[in-house]
């Protein structure tokens, strides 16, 4: 592309890590020719020091909720107001070394 871009968000950071991987073996270096930020933060659960730029999931609230949301919708099983709900849980970017700032 031209211009060529200086991020990429990719969907999950299982997703990321494999990007990642491929922007390297085309001879290209994260994040000095391009940053990546993937959403989830899956790597603060491996042993290793974390690197991916991400935003964070509540995976603790998320299964909170949604357990809550069950048992109430069993409960409620004859409520059709009960049946669906939107939920929105604040999420958190986490700044790693798969990023770097831009110059405008």
Known sequence: MDPRPTA?????????EYFVVALEQMGHSVPESLSVVGFDDLERYLPRTPKLTTVRQPFE???????AMLLSRIRAVDDPANAYQHVLLPTRLVIRTSTTPTLA
């Open 8 to 16: 990429m968000f990719v969907v999950n950071d299982f997703l990321a």
């Open 61 to 67: 609230q998320i299964g909170e909720r949604a357990a």
